[in-house]
């Protein structure tokens, strides 16, 4: 199915390089493809199915929302990847609740670390989320 290719697709947003200004464009391309495949089905479903609301159509839906939490995470991760460097107060604060592995967070120390660690998390519930969803669907038809 090309909905399963468009998440696929998505989740490579994560793989771009940070320092290029093509992860938010890819990621609202991606969501802007789902927004279109998900009008055409809906054109193409009758009107007087049971149940109402197709099984395609909620998975569509819910990959709408998926795509926009996805745009969410790399605009934060984006945004985390330029700034500055951190002042100490801030590296200290970092430091508690740091979730970064401590060989990277040890060499640079400043937000591309963290904007690494975020894309790593970030990719990994955006994953999680796209499973969901195919689980979803294709259980629906089992």
């Not at 995470?73 to 100490?88: A, G």
Request: aromatic share 10%; net charge negative; hydrophobic share 50%.
């Amino acid at each position: 199915m090309p909905i399963i290719l468009m998440e696929i697709l998505q989740m490579f947003v994560f793989l771009l390089p940070e320092n290029s200004g093509d992860r938010v464009s890819f990621s609202v391309t991606i969501l802007l493809s789902i927004a279109v495949y998900l009008t055409i089905v809906s054109e193409q479903i009758p009107k007087s199915s049971e149940p109402a609301i197709s099984v395609l159509a909620i998975k569509l839906f819910a990959d709408l929302c998926i795509g926009c939490v996805v745009q969410v995470f790399v605009i934060i991760s984006q945004y985390t990847y330029t700034r500055e460097k951190p002042e100490k107060r801030e590296v200290q604060e970092i430091e508690k609740v740091n979730c970064c592995d401590p060989k990277i967070w040890a060499q640079k120390k400043d937000w591309t670390a963290i904007a690494y660690c975020l894309d790593i998390t970030f990719a990994m519930v955006a994953v999680c989320a796209m499973l969901a969803s195919n689980l979803y669907l294709f259980g629906s038809f089992m």
